[in-house]
């Protein structure tokens, strides 16, 4: 047993909508970066068979032309699929204690709504460059039959 190695892994996919406007930036050598919470909803049935909901809010960070993307696109209740990998970062409070969190690093966000900020009148999908080649534009193939369906009616 001590010669098995855990794979390395670190991939998450998650679609929400953005709870306030995002805030973009440069880093002091000019490089574009965005932040922005979504928040992702769960129905569910409880044990009393009652339907319920359940949100969860995540971080995202976005860098590069991914961060210039996001900037011109989404504002407060965008709705996003973004693919990326799980990344922690701990930082000092005004009051000199450490803290941790824990967001998602984008490299791919697909702009679920009609309109934003641009008059694009269909989805589109932004990859970042910079760590890996695109392979596709689109995250249709990643979604069940359901959510294509759910997607699609809503560009009707």
Not at 35 to 57: G, L, M, P, T
Request: aromatic share 6%; hydrophobic share 30%; charged share 30%.
């Amino acid at each position: 047993m001590a010669d098995l190695k855990m794979p390395e892994l670190n991939n998450v996919m998650i679609a929400g909508n953005l709870t306030k406007d995002p805030i973009f930036r440069e880093t002091s050598n000019n490089t574009p970066v965005v932040n922005f919470h979504i928040a992702a909803n769960r129905r569910y049935k409880d044990s009393s068979n009652q339907w319920q909901e359940d949100v969860c809010y995540v971080g995202v960070v976005a860098w590069n032309k991914l961060a210039d993307s996001c900037k011109n696109r989404l504002v407060k209740g965008s709705a996003v699929l973004v693919d990326g990998e799980l990344q922690s970062r701990t930082f000092k409070t005004e009051d000199d204690k450490n803290r941790t969190i824990v967001e998602i690093k984008a490299k791919r966000i697909q702009f679920l709504n009609k309109n934003g900020r641009t008059s694009s009148a269909d989805t589109s999908s932004v990859t970042d460059t910079t760590d890996t080649k695109p392979d596709e534009n689109s995250f249709d193939k990643f979604l069940s039959d359901e959510e294509s369906d759910l997607i699609n009616d809503d560009k009707n």
